[in-house]
């Protein structure tokens, strides 16, 4: 009797666990799926609002029109979230004259490095030595160069904004899902990678082979 009962009472609280899990969503560690689907959830305006005055590049870098004219340019949420712990390494110098296109700032995650390219054309008025070396944690406050430029409205219609950037950035998190997959080293690195309770993990392209590095500028960071 003693046995029957101490094993009803195991059964229950089990069966508490289980419940209280379950209206949590989550998973008992018994029963936890093999293959949890990636949440994309995670990239919607909730988890990564879209500041109504900034615009954003195809190269992942945003831009702010100022009060005084000139433009505040950065690197958005979705650039410093795939790349992990990013660290702005250099930025274009102060009197410089950048061409669209050319290198506004290299960043480093780990022992690598990428490049962000200027989204306009300008010559750079002011440098924010302050983000340099630093891992950014608020990157729409967290500007690297100003520029003074006349071609910000000629090529405003090439930037995203409100919710044609929140849909662009959905999109380019699916995209990031397959790069990840076609990039890793192999297939449970993909998964340890993207299958982490239903979220990208820090340091994701660290993880790929450094090749991979060209590759996410070609595919993420071209303008």
């Not at 209206?23 to 029963?31: L, S, V």
């Not at 660290?87 to 410089?96: D, E, R, W």
Request: with cysteine.
């Amino acid at each position: 009797m003693v046995a029957i009962f101490v094993l009803t009472l195991f059964l229950l609280f089990i069966s508490v666990d289980l419940i209280v899990l379950k209206i949590q969503g989550k998973y008992h560690p018994a029963f936890e799926p093999s293959s949890p689907q990636f949440d994309s959830s995670i990239f919607d305006r909730n988890s990564f609002p879209i500041p109504s005055n900034i615009f954003f590049s195809k190269g992942h870098t945003w831009l702010k029109m100022n009060n005084d004219g000139l433009i505040s340019i950065g690197i958005d949420e979705f650039g410093m979230m795939a790349l992990g712990a990013l660290s702005i390494l250099n930025c274009a110098s102060v009197g410089k004259e950048l061409r669209r296109g050319e290198i506004i700032f290299e960043g480093a995650y780990g022992n690598k490095k990428v490049k962000f390219l200027s989204p306009i054309n300008g010559i750079v008025k002011s440098v924010n030595e302050n983000i340099l070396g630093k891992k950014i944690s608020n990157p729409y406050e967290s500007w690297g160069v100003q520029l003074a430029s006349k071609d910000f409205s000629d090529n405003q219609k090439t930037f995203f904004s409100g919710t044609e950037a929140s849909n662009w950035i959905k999109k380019e998190s699916i995209k990031l899902k397959d790069f990840i997959i076609s990039h890793s080293l192999k297939t449970d690195l993909a998964g340890a990678t993207m299958f982490d309770g239903g979220s990208l993990s820090n340091d994701t392209i660290s993880l790929l082979v450094d090749n991979s590095v060209n590759d996410f500028e070609k595919e993420f960071l071209s303008l």
